[in-house]
Structures are given as structure tokens and as C-alpha cells.
């Protein structure tokens, strides 16, 4: 899997979104976005949204194609599947339950086999979650110092309504799949649907 070692702070500038979706930083008036703005094309903004989501949830440019192709094939809306099945990623649950502090850790912890996924140990980042799933953290890593400073460090962060969370066993269920209004950012799906329909 290739690495993105690129500073997080400067790609959310260019992008145009908050450190805080990526679990890093506060919010400022310095990287609240700028209000100069030059006109954009109708294909740079297309690409912009595409690029938005791929940096967010980390994925590549080929994982990506394939994450929208099965969007497609799925019953609705395109964009509105491209974002249920993006947020319904494994390492996104970990992140959203508060058991990392970024999406890049949660892909690290999910990939050194941290996490159960209905009891059975799930080593794959990528693995997508249902409805009625339970996730919880293994019982060997419950002791470590790591987690717990984890915990401690993601305490105040908002839990989505899609997912149950039982912060004192540390395990999370599946409410439901996670839809377009529980996102903490700003995402105009279709303009990806417009640039892939090409």
C-alpha cells in the first residue's frame, strides 16, 4: 500500500477543508479558508471534491475507482453510496468511535490486527462494515498505555448517530449505515459523479 507523505496541514489548504476533519489541529481564522477566489473550471472543481475525499479517508487514486464503481452498481444515488461506502470503511469506524486520534493511525491500528469485527480478528483497513456489526478492540490491546491515552486524548470528540458506542468496554454497533447529513464536513458528491460520467 503506498504511504501519503504529505503534510496534512497543506493539503487541507489547498483543498479548502479543516484540519479538524482530519483529527489534527483546532479551527483558526488563519486555516478557516480564504476569501479570495479566483473563478474555477468546471472540471477543477470536479477534481478538487475527488481529491477532497481521497485525502480524507486515505485512499488511492485506483482504490478509489473501484470504491465508486461499486457505488454505482448499488441501488440510489452514486455520490450519496460513494459517501456511505467511504464512511462505512473499517479504519473510518475506529477513527469515528474515538479509538485514534487521525484515519492514518486507525489504518495503522486496524492493519496490526487491534480490532474484532463481530468477535473475529479484522486485520483489513478497508473492510466494510453492516448494519449490526460490532466492533470492538481486542482484549490485549485494552491493557495497552497507547490505547488508553488515545481514549483520554479523544474524549470530548462527537460520537455520529450511526453507530452505538460503549465507551467503558470500548465497542461500537452499527446502527445504521452512515448517510450524507452525519458528515463533519463540507462534500458536493455529485461534482465526482459529473467527472467520472465523462
Not at 461499486?70 to 461506502?85: D, H, I, M, V, W
Request: hydrophobic share 35%; aromatic share 6%.
Amino acid at each position: 500500500m503506498a504511504v501519503n507523505r504529505e503534510p496534512i496541514l497543506k493539503k487541507c489548504k489547498s483543498l479548502g477543508i479543516s484540519p479538524m476533519v482530519m483529527g489534527v489541529g483546532k479551527e483558526t481564522k488563519r486555516n478557516a479558508g480564504s476569501n479570495f477566489r479566483k473563478k474555477e473550471s468546471d472540471y477543477k472543481m470536479q477534481l478538487k471534491e475527488k481529491q477532497k475525499l481521497k485525502f480524507i479517508y486515505g485512499v488511492q487514486e485506483k482504490q478509489f475507482r473501484h470504491i465508486y464503481e461499486r457505488a454505482e452498481k448499488l441501488e440510489g444515488q452514486a455520490g450519496a453510496n460513494l459517501l456511505t461506502l467511504l464512511e462505512s470503511r473499517l479504519d473510518n469506524v475506529v477513527f469515528r468511535m474515538g479509538l485514534s486520534m487521525t484515519r492514518r493511525e486507525a489504518r495503522q491500528l486496524v492493519s496490526h490486527g487491534h480490532f474484532n469485527v463481530n468477535g473475529q480478528r479484522v486485520d483489513i483497513p478497508s473492510y466494510r462494515i453492516k448494519v449490526g456489526d460490532v466492533i470492538s478492540l481486542r482484549e490485549n490491546s485494552k491493557k495497552s498505555v497507547k490505547f488508553q491515552e488515545i481514549t483520554e486524548a479523544t474524549n470530548g470528540r462527537l460520537i455520529p448517530t450511526w453507530l452505538d458506542v460503549n465507551k467503558d468496554n470500548l465497542t461500537a454497533s452499527v446502527v445504521r449505515l452512515p448517510v450524507k447529513e452525519d458528515l463533519d464536513y463540507e462534500v458536493e458528491e455529485h461534482l465526482i459523479v459529473e467527472l467520472y460520467s465523462k
